[in-house]
């Protein structure tokens, strides 16, 4: 668990976080979002004290940040970047071994690890031990940065923009990746990011800030129906929160199980998104899904008026 | 598996060896000249036809060699402890501020003639070796301080960062990270800064320290063009074989 009481940060004459309180639950992904300039990366640095703040307080599962030795504190804190920060003159192996290393594991542990670790981020140990970053496409240093700092296996992880310099299609599947990796192992996650598809996307709880204050927080959702203000309403996409409210939204909440009537020819899996939904709908021109399982077995159907949310099919 | 692994392996070492096939191939030119000296004489009669002797003979090439080697070896080692101690101390949080002041002395360093280095130096040191040790020192540190603080400065910052957020001490920092990075621009500074010295060390003879200028210095004042090979000649092949360790070195790292 974080909190942050009235954090406060100037650099120079300008308040970069004014006053800011905040409470991360154990296990929850926290996303902060906003413009450049708000704030949001100067807020996680001084979680791990790469920042020190000015006023307020910051605290750990309850004890204050500042009563850790800051190096003790960081080897207990995941750290990924979006440069990745990998070492260049180590392997991918020794890269991921790092925190380990410096917390003097055993070798043969460190090893066991850093493999585990390279299987859980889809990086073969053949073929990527022995890689230098420079040897790496974008995603795959981007696994092995998240690899790193999961490496130690810490209660929290920090994560300023790790995809933002990804192409989109390898954003999305790490973007998803993280949301399996997350299922599994129930990090507590404070994630910067100024993308807010990938906001609304891993976010339990979203974090609307602006000018080095949080504008709103709440569920994705909740600030979607109920944004705050003007402010916030077109950070979410203005007349497109729709499609981010239906891109949050799956087909299986929406569904009514078989009826008598003959399958209809399009399919889309359970677990897609209702947008993913009404876009097969525009591109077909139906009115009509057969909602499948993973086997492509159907097990329900999916009406347009279901999807816009009507009671009856 | 492990028979093409051997072949690889026995193809990697030949590579090795044949890379340090320069360096050692004017390593032996110069022990060769420096042993052999004597049996040109023809060759230098032909070069100085008018004086009684050709051979330079008032002490061993060795033992000049040695000399030679000797000095250049202490200033430089004098000179990368200096040299990289303090661009590491000028670039740490607590010794930022010196970082003008240094970068300006090891110009100033370089930018003082070697000679005058030596007319100042003795007066207080008195003839010999110390005033051309301190003389080479001096004008070897400026390439070694300034590739260090080029090294160090050339780090991508997000490795510093990541290193930082991952929990590193400042010299777990510096030894794993910016010191193996910046090595290969830190050895470059040493290999100027080590064949100029060979070079400058020759000034020695002029204020009494016994080396490979000593001929050379000979050889002027009697106007003995063959004296005045035979120490540029060795001189050269020593600058050479060093250089080329060097490079064989930075090629690897």
Redesign the interface.
């Known amino acids: 668990m974080i909190e942050l009481f009235g954090v406060t940060k100037r650099f120079g004459g300008e308040t970069a976080v004014d006053a800011l309180s905040l409470r991360v639950e154990k296990g929850e992904v926290c996303v902060l979002v906003g413009t450049s300039g708000c704030g949001k990366s100067t807020t996680l640095r001084m979680i791990?004290r790469?920042i020190e703040h000015d006023g307020g307080e910051i605290h750990l599962e309850g004890a204050p940040v500042r009563s850790f030795d800051e190096?003790?504190?960081?080897?207990?804190i995941g750290?990924v970047?979006q440069?990745?920060?990998?070492?260049?003159?180590w392997t991918v192996a020794r890269n991921i071994g790092?925190?380990p290393r410096?917390l003097k594991w055993p070798r043969a542990r460190i090893q066991e690890r850093v493999e585990e670790l390279m299987q859980l981020l889809g990086l073969p140990v053949r073929e990527f031990a022995g890689k230098y970053p420079r040897q790496l496409s974008g995603g795959q240093a981007q696994r092995v940065g998240v690899a790193?700092a999961l490496a130690a296996d810490p209660e929290i992880l920090?994560m300023d923009e790790p995809f933002g310099a990804l192409d989109p299609l390898t954003r999305q599947s790490l973007q998803k990746e993280l949301q399996e990796l997350q299922a599994r192992l129930h990090k507590t996650v404070v994630f910067v990011t100024h993308d807010m598809d990938e906001a609304l996307a891993l976010a339990d709880r979203l974090v609307v800030m602006r000018k080095g204050r949080i504008v709103q927080q709440g569920r994705p959702i909740d600030l979607l129906h109920d944004p705050a203000d003007e402010f916030v309403e077109s950070l979410l996409g203005g007349m497109d929160r729709g499609l981010k409210e239906a891109a949050l939204t799956r087909v299986s909440e929406r569904m009514l199980p078989l009826g008598p009537r003959l399958l209809a020819s399009e399919r889309i899996p359970y677990a897609a998104p209702l947008s993913q939904a009404l876009s097969l709908m525009l591109w077909h021109r139906v009115e009509r899904l057969t909602v499948v399982d993973d086997e492509d077995i159907p097990v329900g159907e999916l009406s347009l008026r279901r999807l816009l949310g009507g009671k009856t099919s | 598996m492990s028979r093409q692994e051997l072949t690889i392996g026995a193809a990697g070492l030949q590579t090795q060896m044949r890379s340090w096939l320069a360096p050692l191939a004017w390593l032996f030119l110069l022990v060769l000249f420096a042993s052999g000296m004597p049996h040109l004489e023809g060759a230098f009669r032909w070069i100085e036809p008018d004086s009684r002797e050709v051979i330079y003979r008032r002490a061993g090439f060795f033992v000049l060699l040695g000399q030679h080697v000797l000095v250049v070896g202490v200033a430089s080692l004098l000179a990368v402890a200096l040299g990289i101690g303090s661009a590491i101390a000028v670039t740490r949080p607590a010794g930022r501020d010196f970082l003008p002041l240094v970068s300006q002395l090891a110009s100033i360093g370089q930018t003082f003639p070697p000679v005058a280095v030596l007319a100042l130096a003795v007066p207080a040191l008195g003839f010999g070796t110390l005033p051309i040790i301190v003389a080479l020192l001096l004008y070897g540190l400026l390439p070694i301080v300034r590739n260090t603080l080029t090294g160090l400065d050339g780090i991508d910052a997000d490795v510093r960062e990541a290193a930082r957020g991952m929990g590193m001490t400042g010299g777990q920092l510096l030894r794993q990270v910016e010191l193996p990075l910046a090595a290969p621009v830190i050895l470059a500074g040493i290999r100027t800064s080590v064949t100029v010295n060979i070079a400058t060390a020759a000034l020695g003879a002029t204020v009494g320290a016994s080396n490979l200028g000593d001929p050379i210095i000979a050889g002027i004042i009697n106007g003995n063009t063959a004296y005045i090979v035979q120490g540029a000649l060795l001189i050269g092949l020593l600058a050479l074989a060093v250089d080329s360790v060097f490079e064989r070195l930075l090629r690897r790292g």
Request: without cysteine; positive net charge.
């Open positions: 791990n790469l190096v003790t504190l960081r080897r207990r750290y970047i440069s990745t920060g990998l070492f260049p003159h790092l925190v410096l790193r920090l």
